[in-house]
């Protein structure tokens, strides 16, 4: 009995995997509007202009990427009818949107926290003699996993870098 009821569910299996979807047949008006540039409005264009805004943020990415011949290029391959923001639009929109974004999520997290641990450090860039002060947060979530978050980051004129330098034993 198991094996007949078996035996009819692996027909009905492959009677289904031999019926094939028929093609439906496109319009020339459908084909065209395939190659037409996205509407601003049109969520692919928020979506791909996001990952471009994070990508630029992870990997520390100058804004001026946006004009970029080999980048432009890599962009319409994968979506034609994407064009990408200007570097304006990049630094004025883009960006600071990803900045509260993310900020809006940190503390959203830091709230629900118990207890928090903040750190702190000092330094001074290589390049040129700016200095900057970090706080760190640390606190463990209620799954028990350790999260850490910049929680502030300050420019320090040079004259308080040697007042503060001068006060650390």
């Known amino acids: 009995m198991q094996e007949c009821k078996k035996r009819k569910a692996e027909e009905e ?54 004009q970029d011949i080999g980048f432009r290029r890599l962009i319409k391959v994968l979506e034609p009818r994407y064009t990408l923001p200007s570097r304006k639009t990049i630094s004025e929109n883009v960006i600071p949107k990803l900045y509260a974004d993310i900020q809006q999520r940190m503390v959203a997290m830091i709230q629900d926290c118990v207890n928090i641990s903040c750190t702190t450090d000092a330094w001074i860039t290589e390049s040129d003699p700016t200095s900057y002060l970090g706080v760190t947060g640390h606190w463990v979530d209620d799954q028990f996993v350790r999260k850490s978050a910049l929680l502030g980051l300050q420019h320090l004129p040079s004259s308080n870098w040697c007042q503060l330098s001068n006060r650390v034993p």
């Open 13 to 66: 299996q492959n009677d289904q995997l031999k019926k094939k979807p028929k093609p439906s047949r496109q319009t020339i008006e459908s084909c065209l509007a395939k190659t037409q540039p996205f509407d601003s409005k049109h969520h692919r264009v928020s979506d791909i202009t996001n990952i471009v805004g994070l990508m630029l943020a992870l990997d520390l990415q100058l804004y001026s990427i946006a």
